[in-house]
């Protein structure tokens, strides 16, 4: 079965200051991986995903990720962050079949201005 | 496209009431997925359907808690009866390849 692990429960970080967080999956197989963002009171949008391809991907709003696939990893970073950043992120993953999509438990992120 | 739909948007309801979340997917997807987010346990896959069959229902908490996919752009989830654990976001998602889109959730207050 596959999992996803998200170690940084909660991150404060000031404005301008470089983020990265930890994503860890489990499965041996060929997988998809994403990156979602909550805002406070809304619901789940797509950062940025890894099919296939350049393991360093751009997403929306600055933010990148890179898939190592020797250390299931898919870290998330952004070199500068904004309080406007402040938001839950969630690193997913997806081996094909039937579609299903893991969620991690999800990084709360405070931005401080 | 709108988007996936969800509805009520707010769901307050007394202990031991029927309550019934309603899910409009996105027009051509195949999969839906019912999520329930809680402060405590976070983001919980409840069940996941293909092609308008039920593939994982083992995160449906107990036997309370139904779910439906009549067709292809009608989804609902059913909690009877409900309790103030019960209290949470629920979300619909819904996805045709990879990448799930989500409505807005229901919050539901259970008191």
């Known amino acids: 079965a596959q999992s996803v692990s998200q170690h940084n429960h909660h991150v404060i970080l000031s404005e301008a200051a470089s983020l990265e967080l930890g994503c860890n999956y489990s499965y041996g197989g060929t997988v998809n991986l994403f990156w979602y963002v909550q805002y406070p009171g809304q619901h789940l949008q797509l950062l940025l995903k890894?099919?296939?391809?350049?393991?360093l991907v751009k997403g929306i709003k600055g933010f990148e990720a890179e898939f190592i696939k020797s250390k299931f990893s898919f870290n998330l970073r952004k070199p500068s962050v904004q309080w406007s950043d402040t938001a839950e992120y969630f690193c997913?993953?997806?081996?094909?079949?039937?579609?299903?999509?893991?969620f991690g438990t999800g990084t709360k992120l405070q931005v401080i201005p | 496209d709108a988007g996936v739909i969800q509805s009520p948007r707010h769901e307050v309801t007394e202990m031991g009431q029927e309550v019934t979340l309603r899910c409009k997917p996105i027009?051509?997807?195949?999969?839906l997925f019912w999520y329930r987010q809680t402060m405590m346990r976070g983001l919980e896959l409840l069940i996941y359907f293909n092609n308008n069959v039920p593939i994982d229902d083992s995160g449906m908490p107990e036997d309370r808690f139904s779910a439906k996919m009549p067709n292809a752009s009608f989804s609902t989830l059913k909690i009877q009866p409900s309790e103030p654990r019960d209290s949470a976001v629920y979300f619909c998602a819904s996805s045709l390849g990879y990448e799930a889109f989500f409505g807005q959730g229901t919050r539901l207050t259970v008191v």
């Open positions: 890894y099919f296939s391809g350049d393991p």
């Open positions: 997913a993953v997806n081996s094909g079949g039937y579609q299903k999509v893991t």
């Open positions: 027009s051509g997807h195949n999969s």
